[in-house]
């Protein structure tokens, strides 16, 4: 059942599903699954200790060709309350967020907060996309859902998670409204931390293993990012590699990424004379935590900043 729709339905259900957790469970904390490691930090965040979060996708992983074990199916279905980026992120969560009963709240935070920016930076990306190469073979649009990428995107998720904490758990209302509150000022600080790291370094051309960076390239003010691999990770066509290491001279770094091969960046980086990165958009080496979100950001754009400076 999607956010919106369940605060209608919400009293009704919920006294169903509290009877139901004080028969089963010794931990009568609130049960939430969440599917990537940013966004079980920012669900911490809000939530602190009053909650029991599961992480479906451990942050060493890439969530794109990920299946879920048969302890992580039962973790869902016993889940109160499910907060995910989005149902399609993460291949085969769908299936089994669909089949959950109604008095489960299921957040997709793409949905409720970035439908708007995302149609956006599809469109701007598909006419620069066309602008700049004649190569219409593929890509014609792009699906970036890396959307936590933004910072400004977590703050908007914040309320988000608030208001289905509340709903799911309204006897903890007043710590998860501290919570968010200071969630959303200490993320408002490392926007603008962010934002100040990578100012003037706008005219940098830069490549990325695969197309991820838009949402984070858009809220801090850098380069469109191009892309080897499709937003899914899917290994790109032998034409668009082609035209890939024609833009190679004119860029100043090329990144790999901590969760995928380096075998098609070295290959395209071969016999060229360009920086290289590396990037860590899920954060591999932190703990897991409310810590780990801010974590994340700040070593991603330390790499920005490293390999796009002189
Ligand atoms: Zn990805």
């Given amino acids: 059942m999607h956010f919106q729709s369940l605060a209608t339905f919400f009293f009704s259900c919920w006294l169903a599903s509290t ?12 049960r939430i699954v969440t599917d990537i490691a940013p ?10 200790d009053d909650a029991a979060i599961d992480l479906l996708v ?8 990920f ?24 291949p085969g969560l769908s299936r ?26 599809e469109r701007e990306y598909s006419e620069h996309q066309d602008a700049e190469h004649d190569d219409h073979a593929h890509d014609k649009h792009t699906d970036d859902q890396h959307t936590w990428l933004n910072v400004e995107n977590a703050i908007a998720w914040i309320d988000v ?14 710590r998860y409204q501290e919570n968010s509150a200071k969630a959303k000022a200490d993320l408002t600080a490392l926007h603008q931390r962010i934002q100040t790291q990578l100012a003037n370094l706008a005219d940098k051309k830069y490549l990325v293993y695969h197309d991820a960076y838009q949402h984070f390239a858009t809220g801090y003010a850098l380069a469109t990012p191009i892309a080897i691999a499709l937003s899914d990770a899917r290994a790109p066509s032998a034409a668009k590699i082609k035209a890939i290491q024609k833009q ?35 954060g591999s080496r932190f703990d897991t935590g409310p810590a780990h979100y801010s974590n994340t950001m700040l070593e991603l754009a330390n790499s920005f900043s490293q390999c796009l400076s002189d």
Avoid: W
């Avoid at 966004?39 to 602190?48: D, I, R, T, W, Y």
């Avoid at 004119?250 to 290289?276: L, T």
């Fill in 96 to 121: 089994h967020t669909d089949a959950l009963n109604n008095d489960v709240v299921v957040v997709q935070l793409s949905d409720t907060a970035q439908a708007h920016e995302n149609r956006n930076v």
């Fill in 67 to 90: 299946s879920l074990k048969p302890s992580q199916v039962r973790a869902i279905s016993n889940a109160q309350l499910v907060i995910m980026l989005s149902d399609d992120f993460t």
């Fill in 19 to 30: 009877a139901l957790i004080s028969t089963a469970q010794a931990d009568d904390r609130l």
């Fill in 248 to 282: 190679v001279s004119a860029a100043s770094c090329i990144f790999s990424e901590q969760q995928h091969d380096d075998a098609i960046v070295d290959m395209i980086a071969s016999g060229q004379s360009i920086k290289r990165g590396m990037l860590d958009p899920m």
């Fill in 161 to 174: 998670i608030e208001k289905a904490a509340i709903m799911a758990d309204a006897q903890s209302q007043t």
């Fill in 39 to 48: 966004v079980h930090s920012l669900v911490s965040m809000v939530v602190g």
């Fill in 58 to 65: 451990p942050p060493s992983q890439s969530p794109h060709g």
